[in-house]
């Protein structure tokens, strides 16, 4: 994982250095990891792993075991060589070539005489739990296999451990099975990312029923940016699984294509549980409005009655702060002025007044049911 290049996860990766080439001319991105190549060999009652393989020397082999299966599984794409053989050795044509190496393409499938290329991403969880997504072509043909990705870090070692243990059948299957195999643990992964999306929105459901931190906002919006992302990538990939279904292709054969109806059935599953997560995901984020419209009504409200219940308060005080002279300039009492703010108890008096006001307002409110 240390060697992983840290991407964008909704950004588009282009790499600007192509920009003004003719098409089919592919560049080599800087930030390219260092090719690493496995191939694994076997038929029913034959395995053989190597690293970094002769190439050439596997085809030769190739043509003297027919009924052997190769699987040649590249990594990092720095070695512009050993791309470069690998297409000489598929008869890729530039375009292809330019496809598998530029990893923003749409998932797609595309036949030729010799070999089928299909090109799909990867959906996992990192270190920090944050999905993310990679590009990994696939070259079908009769007996050779090529998988080729731009890191060095994936979800496809189940396939391998299968393939080393021999506990299966699947060393007496061909390319196509091995692809199918490989498409299928990728499509599984989907639903692993898909379950901790679900716990997410549970425990994010969780947490708006009792506080209404921003907190969480930012955290449905996160969860709405990675729905988005599955369903920018499964949509297509289910068209394409469709196309292999129901697809006559040389490199598919009859027996396999069921297998193929199984991850269809699969990606049509995520579509739906990504659908329903993401009107989840909706449904939280009109919670959490509205229990923050809720919570400022609260405020207002509490607001709203201190501000009432100090209205007459300050009335009273404020006729009372009229200091108009209880007598005229000849020292005759005036009768409509106010001879209390002279009484000994007048301040007093007014005070249990106000208090008075007070508590008949709250009592007012209690039975209205405003508290």
Same mark, same amino acid.
Request: proline fraction near 4%; glycine fraction near 4%; hydrophobic fraction near 40%.
């Given at each position: ?37 496995? #191939? ?12 970094? &393989?002769?190439?050439? #020397? ?7 075991? &027919? ?31 330019? $496809? ?66 021999? @506990? ?6 061909? &390319?196509?099975?091995?692809?199918y195999a490989l498409i299928d643990l ?33 955290q449905i919006l996160s969860v709405k ?100 002279? &209880?007598? $005229? ?5 005036? @009768? ?36």
């Amino acid at each position: 994982m240390s060697n992983k290049t840290k991407v964008n996860r909704y950004k588009i990766r282009y790499n600007e250095g192509k920009v003004g080439q003719k098409p089919g001319t592919f560049s080599i991105p800087e930030t390219a990891l260092p090719t690493q190549i496995n #191939a694994f060999i076997f038929s029913e009652n034959y395995f053989r792993e190597e690293k970094n &393989p002769n190439l050439d #020397a596997l085809m030769m082999e190739a043509e003297h075991h &027919p009924e052997r299966t190769y699987w040649i599984d590249l990594q990092g794409f720095q070695d512009a060589n050993a791309l470069i053989k690998i297409a000489s050795l598929t008869k890729l044509n530039p375009l292809e070539l330019e $496809d598998i190496i530029s990893t923003y393409q749409r998932p797609k499938i595309e036949e030729h005489p010799n070999h089928l290329l299909i090109i799909g991403q990867q959906l996992y969880l990192n270190s920090q739990e944050e999905i993310e997504t990679e590009q990994i072509s696939f070259i079908v043909g009769s007996q050779m296999l090529f998988t080729l990705q731009e890191n060095h870090y994936d979800k496809l070692e189940a396939v391998r451990n299968r393939l080393r243990q021999g @506990k299966t059948k699947i060393r007496s299957k061909r &390319p196509d099975y091995i692809a199918y195999a490989l498409i299928d643990l990728i499509t599984d992964h989907y639903f692993v990312v898909l379950n901790h999306i679900g716990e997410r929105l549970e425990k994010l459901e969780e947490e708006l029923l009792t506080a209404h931190h921003e907190l969480n906002r930012n955290q449905i919006l996160s969860v709405k940016k990675d729905l988005l992302l599955i369903k920018r990538t499964i949509w297509p990939t289910r068209e394409k699984i469709n196309t292999l279904v129901r697809g006559d292709f040389n490199c598919i054969s009859e027996e396999i294509r069921i297998f193929w109806r199984d991850v269809y059935d699969h990606t049509v599953q995520i579509m739906e549980l990504t659908e329903t997560y993401r009107e989840a995901s909706t449904s939280l984020m009109d919670l959490y409005m509205s229990s923050v419209s809720n919570r400022m009504n609260e405020i207002m409200k509490v607001l709203t009655m201190v501000s009432t219940i100090f209205i007459p308060l300050s009335f009273i005080a404020g006729v009372y702060g009229m200091n108009f002279s &209880p007598t $005229d300039a000849t020292g005759n009492a005036l @009768k409509w002025n106010m001879p209390e703010l002279y009484h000994p108890w007048g301040y007093p008096a007014i005070l249990l007044f106000m208090v008075i006001v007070s508590v008949f307002m709250l009592v007012y409110f209690h039975k209205k049911k405003w508290l």
